[in-house]
């Protein structure tokens, strides 16, 4: 049985923000099935994991207001338009870590929520990082504290429970 790819018959944004797009789309499925489904269209992000030396990895103590907590998590951030991934990845360091990367390579990429999302999550190793004479400044909306850990002791720290953030469990597998 050869599947077909579904198909958009008709769209509507319900909300179109800074950061997402919700749509209601009206599809047809590959089974030829007729539904009503809401997306969340968000553009792709990169995850860093920023690594000063080969066993230490620098998190993020972040405010999330959507759980209300604190949590540490890998430095991530959106594309500013025109931008490239890697560009994006290098700007992000130095906002969120106040750290320069020589090197930025790509690790992986993943849909974190591919059922009613379609962003991409695009992981990067940075190494080869330098302190910024003047630290870059965080976005309006980021309350956010960078701090070293070993990498051991990051691992630790997710297998505690003291890691909820998915990406970062994610990225610490990578490396």
Not at 45 to 62: A, E, F, G, T
Not at 160 to 174: A, E, F, N
Request: glycine share 8%.
């Amino acid at each position: 049985m050869r599947e077909l790819p579904g198909a958009t018959l008709d769209s509507r944004t319900l909300h179109a923000g800074r950061v997402f797009t919700i749509v209601s789309e009206r599809v047809r499925l590959p089974n030829g099935r007729e539904t009503t489904l809401e997306v969340v269209r968000h553009g792709p992000s990169v995850i860093l994991i920023p690594l000063p030396d080969p066993d230490h990895v620098v998190l993020v103590r972040q405010y999330r207001h959507a759980i209300r907590q604190w949590i540490w998590e890998l430095p991530a951030g959106t594309l500013e338009p025109g931008e490239d991934m890697e560009t994006a990845a290098r700007r992000e360091c130095e906002e969120e870590v106040g750290l320069h990367p020589e090197r930025v390579e790509q690790v992986g990429a993943f849909y974190p929520t591919p059922g009613y999302c379609d962003e991409s999550m695009v992981f990067y190793r940075l190494t080869g990082l330098t302190a910024l004479e003047t630290p870059a400044a965080p976005d309006d909306d980021e309350v956010l504290e960078p701090r070293t850990f070993g990498l051991d002791e990051a691992r630790r720290l997710v297998a505690g429970g003291g890691v909820t953030d998915m990406k970062t469990v994610l990225g610490l597998r990578l490396v």
